[in-house]
């Protein structure tokens, strides 16, 4: 008799799997992105250890998608009307996704990089000492420490408003990036020009004010020279 339950709940389980995926484009998008994962990770010879990272990493962000869904259904049966803490738990519960697909990105990171450039990739990740590590890490923490300000000043929203703006700290930072790794002052000046365009849209478009460009301007060139000045090699 328990194995008729069993072979049940495993029946629920796969119509609920079937269900998010006909009826969730991101679900879609996570699958792609999984079948192409593991179709690339057949180039390469991957011991156990790092199959087993890719696995759970890709079951990490099925999983948090799962649970994103089932919250949001949770709600809408809930809550009929609009509920700001209704918001909050489904804002809550689309984060743990974005964790996960983060965790994801850097477990890839980590199995494939060196691997790449070994499948004769040499010519596209010999960038003066192969600094992407640097690279990822520096764009990382910058986003971080935007959405971190704009947490607890209580402020706009992670792309959009703020404390501080956070398109113009990233624009200054692949300025300076760009600088680092070329030191060409034509590619230099090129970037910077885009820059200076970012920051002019925020501007007319009302989204920051100019104290708040300028201080993610600041913030973008304080970490990225910090970052690439005491440690590239």
């Not at 804002?91 to 994801?104: C, L």
């Amino acid at each position: 008799m328990w194995i008729l339950k069993t072979i049940e709940s495993f029946n629920h389980a796969i119509a609920g799997l079937i269900h998010a995926i006909r009826t969730q484009k991101n679900m879609w998008i996570h699958l792609t992105a999984a079948i192409f994962v593991l179709s690339f990770s057949l180039l390469f010879d991957l011991s156990r250890v790092e199959l087993s990272l890719v696995i759970i990493a890709i079951s990490l962000v099925i999983f948090a998608e799962l649970i994103n869904t089932a919250v949001e259904i949770i709600i809408d049966i809930l809550t009929q009307d609009y509920s700001f803490k209704a918001r909050i738990a489904k804002n809550i519960s689309a984060a743990a996704v974005v964790v996960a697909a983060g965790n994801a990105i850097f477990i890839a990171y980590l199995v494939f990089f060196k691997k790449a450039q070994e499948l004769s990739l040499n010519l596209i990740f010999n960038l003066r000492h192969e600094p992407l590590h640097l690279i990822f890490i520096n764009l990382f923490l910058i986003f971080i420490l935007v959405i971190t300000l704009k947490s607890i000043f209580s402020s706009g929203t992670p792309l959009r408003g703020g404390i501080i703006s956070g398109h113009s700290a990233l624009a200054t930072s692949v300025v300076l990036i760009i600088w680092f790794l070329t030191e060409s002052l034509i590619a230099f000046s090129l970037t910077l020009i885009l820059a200076f365009l970012t920051a002019q849209s925020r501007l007319e478009a009302g989204t920051h004010s100019l104290k708040e460009i300028v201080l993610g301007a600041l913030l973008g060139s304080t970490i990225t020279i910090l970052i690439f000045y005491f440690f590239r090699i």
